[in-house]
């Protein structure tokens, strides 16, 4: 504010070179104190970065489970995932990490853990894990306080049943089998829910199915055991429906099995990778729980009709012509048929195959069962050997349900619309998706939004109810067109064709249903008529495909 009339040496009004000066100055002070504060801040926010990363990294929330099952108080869904991690499947935790804050949720949710296991190691007593909706809710607070809400991206959902002693023990009822007659050889397979073991039992080869404490696979298990129940019962009551038993794996009883003795295994060699070892110490120190549920299964080890149907389509694309797509069916015929092939037998018994598909569903509905797991066409029907001859045996009824009388009409008529998608396989060698299993179930509610997706996705891929195949040139000759070629017998096509849509029907008469009486009509389509229709065909003594 101080203002001069002597010039300064440049020549500029003094009072103007003591602004700049004192500009510079402030300019100065200025940068010395909010340098180091923009640095702090800087600092603050990598850390919050890296924090937030890590978070989001491991993916760890906790929420109550309300609208999965019926008992939302002692039951938590866990949101795990490590997408760095390729050599765990995915929604895998290190064993290390995962312990350690599964254990710190858990004292979240129930009452401090008691030193009960050997050795000094703390066990969770089962007991305490029940927490009502309210300490649910509040577990749930603490638990996004301490661990983050999730971040950017969640991965799998992890099933945790906290009491799962009552789950041994009420669900799975008394086992059946002696687990001292179990003899252990390896892994079959692992999916989302569980593991197959291969086992020898009383000198009989046969498939030991564990369920996982995450990712529902306790829940799963019920529910295939509900199924069995349903078939038995149902092939008590009517006789002449017992044939069709060898048409779905057999159940040879159930038993538990040592934690300890499966982790004896090295799950880090191919034979026991199928096991999960961070599922089954969780188990075994966090809920205190010493043997697991197991199935022991008919082992049924021909080969899937997906991968066999597979193997005859044609890989190619849509510009493909007619002609070329009838080049590659013969070469692939030609290649099944020769000695040593795996899946030589089954290609002269294709409509023995598809009656057993056909003859096992007709025995799941009659005991109220729908599958809900036929979205891949064939891939849970298996090629069965026996005494009596080559068929197929429908496997895999975790996600089955058994529907009240009455109930269940839309979740049925998937199941046959899935069927239909098996036989359009067969013929013309393009997969087609029937919907999820988790977009319908046996109430009507719960299938009618997975009805109209599959009309609308029905609609796209067979526009006008024709048949898509020959999608240009169809009045053409044989070598026009860009459609798909059919590899089944001309004597054979029309009344295929024909059940294609007699099994598609009564999904899409539900779906465009509007009211309960139109919904009934799709009762009118029955698996006896489909059977009855394939019997006639193979009456004819004509082989299914082509070039045979």
């Not at 009822?173 to 086992?199: K, Q």
Request: aromatic share 6%; proline share 5%.
């Amino acid at each position: 504010s101080i203002r001069y009339s002597v010039r300064s040496p440049r020549g500029r009004p003094a009072n103007q070179s003591c602004a700049c000066a004192c500009t510079r100055f402030c300019a100065l002070r200025t940068s010395a104190v909010l340098l180091p504060c923009a640095f702090v801040v800087l600092q603050l926010l990598f850390f919050a970065f890296i924090t937030q990363a890590d978070v989001d990294d491991q993916d760890l929330s906790i929420r109550p489970l309300a609208e999965h099952d019926e008992d939302p108080d002692t039951e938590f869904l866990l949101g795990i995932g490590d997408p760095h991690k390729a050599d765990e499947p995915e929604g895998n935790l290190s064993d290390t990490v995962f312990s350690a804050r599964m254990g710190q949720l858990l004292r979240l949710a129930s009452e401090p853990p008691e030193p009960s296991g050997p050795n000094g190691t703390t066990r969770t007593p089962v007991g305490s894990m029940r927490a009502t909706a309210n300490q649910s809710r509040a577990a749930d607070r603490r638990g996004r306080r301490a661990f983050g809400a999730g971040g950017r991206r969640r991965h799998k959902t992890v099933h945790v049943p906290v009491n799962t002693t009552a789950l041994l023990e009420w669900d799975f009822g008394p086992a059946t089998l002696e687990e001292a007659d179990l003899e252990l050889h390896g892994c079959i397979g692992a999916g989302t829910y569980g593991s197959v073991l291969n086992a020898t039992l009383h000198g009989t080869t046969v498939a030991l199915k564990l369920p996982m404490v995450r990712h529902w696979g306790f829940k799963f298990l019920r529910s295939e055991l509900s199924a069995f129940e349903a078939v038995r019962v149902q092939i008590a009551a009517d006789a002449s429906l017992a044939a069709s038993s060898r048409n779905i794996v057999q159940l040879l009883g159930n038993l538990t099995l040592s934690l300890d003795r499966l982790l004896g295994r090295n799950t880090s060699s191919a034979t026991w990778s199928c096991l999960n070892y961070t599922d089954l110490v969780l188990l075994r120190d966090v809920y205190g729980v010493s043997h697991t549920p197991a199935l022991a299964l008919e082992l049924v080890a021909g080969g899937s009709m997906f991968h066999w149907l597979g193997s005859l389509a044609a890989p190619t694309n849509d510009k493909a012509s007619l002609d070329e797509q009838r080049r590659i069916f013969k070469a692939q015929v030609a290649q099944a048929r020769r000695k040593g092939a795996p899946f030589r037998r089954a290609l002269g018994s294709a409509f023995d195959l598809l009656l057993g598909v056909a003859r096992g569903m007709q025995l799941l509905h009659a005991a109220g069962v729908v599958h809900r797991d036929l979205t891949e066409p064939g891939k849970n029907a298996i090629i069965k050997h026996d005494e009596h001859g080559i068929t197929a045996a429908l496997i895999d009824l975790s996600q089955a349900e058994v529907c009240p009388h009455g109930r269940g009409l839309g979740a049925r008529a998937v199941d046959m619309y899935a069927y239909g998608n098996l036989l359009y396989f067969a013929c013309y060698g393009h997969v087609q998706h029937a919907i999820p299993w988790t977009q319908f179930s046996c109430g009507s509610s719960g299938a009618q939004i997975g009805l109209e997706t599959l009309l609308s996705q029905h609609d796209k891929l067979h526009p006008n109810g024709r048949i898509a195949h020959i999608a240009t040139g169809a009045g053409a000759g044989a070598g026009a067109g860009t459609g798909l070629f059919n590899h089944c017998h001309e004597h054979a096509q029309p009344a295929l064709d024909a059940l294609m849509q007699y099994c598609w029907q009564p999904a899409l008469i539900a779906a465009r249903a509007t009211h309960d009486a139109q919904r009934r009509i799709a009762a009118n389509y029955t698996w006896a008529e489909v059977v009855e229709r394939l019997k006639s065909l193979r009456m004819m003594r004509k082989p299914l495909f082509r070039f045979i």
